[in-house]
């Protein structure tokens, strides 16, 4: 099955940096979405985004699909940002198919 | 709305013991799913249902039985539970499959003694 793989695993920035993650997947996919999972556990959907660049706020995701990947900026980051973030594809299929979760980047902003 | 329910939130089991974890939606999603979520991995798929009376597997199904006969709800039955099942449980549902948002439940964390 594909692959998917997230860097950095964990992240310590102070509040006001920028930061990017990154997700790698091994196969070409329909369909790629971030994720946010904050620190009492609730997952919020970020980006639907399976190539191009979208922006929200302070932050934004591109997806290069050729090259097999997307990446999330998070700019003038807040301690509310911290938590762990999911990049998840679906592979082939139809749109009522599966998706595959990375294994996630944990990000700490401090005061 | 409410959104994705999941009752309950936490759970003590004894292995062998079965019991079923309940999801609700109230947003007429078609989709709805479940993921288990061990540490330091991201969620993996248990099964899923693209609408009433229709149901599929995901990644790792083995021991986990689901049924929809209706739109709003989505029971995760476990049959007979066992240690490597201590995880935390998301429902997640949406409109029309994995293409669009989805709706998480706020996860049942189950832990199997």
């Known amino acids: 099955g594909i692959q998917v793989e997230q860097s950095p695993p964990d992240l310590i920035l102070q509040e006001g940096a920028n930061s990017t993650l990154r997700c790698n997947f091994s196969?070409?996919?329909?369909?790629l979405q971030w994720f946010h999972q904050n620190p009492w556990g609730q997952l919020i959907n970020l980006f639907y985004i399976p190539s191009g660049t979208k922006q929200n706020g302070r932050l934004s995701a591109t997806t290069v699909a050729t090259e097999r990947y997307s990446l999330l900026y998070i700019s003038s980051s807040q301690t509310t940002d911290s938590g762990v973030y999911f990049c998840?594809?679906?592979?082939?299929?139809?749109?009522?198919?599966?998706?595959?979760f990375g294994q996630g980047t944990i990000l700490t902003v401090h005061p | 709305n409410a959104g994705v329910t999941q009752t309950p939130k936490f759970q003590v089991l004894k292995t062998g013991q079965s019991m079923t974890l309940q999801c609700a939606q109230d947003m007429n999603h078609e989709y709805m799913s479940w993921y288990r979520q061990d540490p330091g991995m991201g969620l993996r798929l248990i099964h899923y249902?693209?609408?009433?009376?229709?149901?599929d597997q995901g990644e790792v199904p083995n021991g986990y039985n689901v049924s929809r006969s209706t739109t709003e709800d989505f029971p995760l039955r476990l049959l007979s539970a066992a240690p490597s099942q201590t995880s935390v449980y998301f429902c997640a549902s949406s409109l029309r499959g994995v293409d669009q948002p989805q709706h998480f439940g706020d996860g049942t964390r189950l832990s199997i003694l």
């Open positions: 249902s693209v609408g009433a009376g229709i149901t």
């Open positions: 998840a594809v679906r592979v082939g299929g139809t749109s009522y198919g599966k998706l595959t």
């Open positions: 196969d070409s996919v329909n369909n």
